[in-house]
């Protein structure tokens, strides 16, 4: 299953700035799915694009999820 990165946004109350931080990933099969699922069930978070690799900090390992079996 294919995962998507989402962010949300929070008002700083004491300056009113507005800061953007990542969200959770989320399951789908495509980025329109998994915002439906998000406005359903998750309404703060908005889908921002497919995660598509990671890198471990500390090992320098990546896991490339655009090449991996994503049935």
């Known amino acids: 299953m294919r995962k998507w990165v989402t962010q949300f946004q929070v008002t700083e109350y004491t300056t009113g700035e507005t800061k953007t931080y990542m ?4 399951e789908a099969p495509s980025f329109n799915l998994a915002q439906q699922y998000c406005n359903k069930h998750k309404p703060y978070l908005k889908v921002i694009g ?3 690799a990671e890198i471990d900090l500390e090992t320098g390992n990546r ?3 655009d090449k ?3 049935n």
């Open 68 to 70: 991996a079996n994503l």
């Open 63 to 65: 896991t490339d999820y």
């Open 23 to 26: 969200g959770e990933y989320i």
């Open 50 to 52: 497919e995660l598509v």
